[in-house]
């Protein structure tokens, strides 16, 4: 696993730093986002194990791709359009974290991808796609937590921040695409 690269400069190098084979990822957040994107009020959060970078922040979400360039890529600067909206082709993860922070996706992506930019990303390549799913199983499943892994995710521990989840992204779409 790579040491986390902070995404604002992945940005800027326009996504070369990574590489295009298969693999899994993990993105981390400042510890504040806890408190921020509300984990601490539906979870316990020293029953929580949480990797941890060396700068302190914390792993909030676990990712596997057939093109780690692309699917970071796609996460932190795909374009949001109304379509995407309807279709579901937005990202699951970006989707979350605008429903998450209330931003409204028809201002452009100038407020998520600012906040995208402080965030930080590492992973781990693979020779397979197949590879890269039995880790991605793994984690899920292993020591590790991921608060904001909506599919997949059957951690006791975890479950009223899930359904917390669904049901903010479930109004965000009625607020945005329902009208």
Same mark, same amino acid.
């Given at each position: 696993?790579?040491?986390?690269?902070?995404?604002?400069?992945?940005?800027?190098?326009?996504?070369?730093?990574?590489? *295009?084979?298969?693999?899994?990822?993990?993105?981390?957040?400042?510890?504040?986002?806890?408190?921020?994107?509300? @984990?601490?009020?539906? &979870?316990? $959060?020293? /029953?929580?194990?949480?990797?941890?970078?060396?700068?302190?922040?914390?792993?909030?979400?676990?990712?596997?791709?057939?093109?780690? +360039?692309?699917? $970071?890529?796609?996460?932190? +600067?795909?374009?949001? *359009?109304?379509?995407?909206?309807?279709?579901?082709?937005?990202?699951?993860?970006?989707? *979350?974290?605008? +429903?998450?922070?209330?931003?409204?996706?028809?201002?452009?992506?100038? /407020? @998520?991808?600012?906040?995208?930019?402080?965030?930080?990303?590492?992973?781990?390549? *693979?020779?397979?796609?197949?590879?890269?799913?039995? @880790?991605? &199983?793994?984690?899920?499943?292993?020591?590790?937590?991921?608060?904001?892994?909506?599919?997949?995710?059957?951690?006791?521990?975890?479950?009223?921040? @899930?359904?917390?989840? /669904?049901?903010?992204?479930?109004?965000?779409?009625?607020?945005?695409?329902?009208?």
């Amino acid at each position: 696993m790579t040491q986390p690269q902070l995404l604002s400069i992945l940005r800027n190098h326009k996504w070369s730093n990574l590489p *295009t084979s298969p693999g899994v990822y993990w993105w981390y957040f400042p510890h504040t986002a806890l408190d921020h994107l509300r @984990i601490a009020e539906f &979870c316990d $959060v020293k /029953k929580l194990r949480l990797r941890t970078a060396p700068d302190g922040k914390v792993c909030l979400y676990h990712g596997l791709a057939k093109s780690l +360039a692309q699917r $970071v890529e796609w996460h932190a +600067a795909q374009k949001l *359009t109304l379509s995407c909206l309807q279709t579901g082709f937005l990202s699951t993860f970006r989707f *979350t974290l605008l +429903a998450l922070n209330g931003f409204d996706y028809s201002e452009g992506e100038e /407020k @998520i991808d600012e906040y995208f930019d402080a965030l930080s990303v590492s992973w781990r390549s *693979t020779t397979t796609r197949e590879e890269a799913e039995s @880790i991605e &199983c793994s984690e899920l499943n292993g020591e590790y937590y991921y608060p904001l892994n909506i599919q997949a995710n059957r951690r006791p521990e975890l479950l009223a921040y @899930i359904r917390h989840l /669904k049901v903010l992204r479930s109004a965000y779409k009625k607020r945005y695409i329902n009208q």
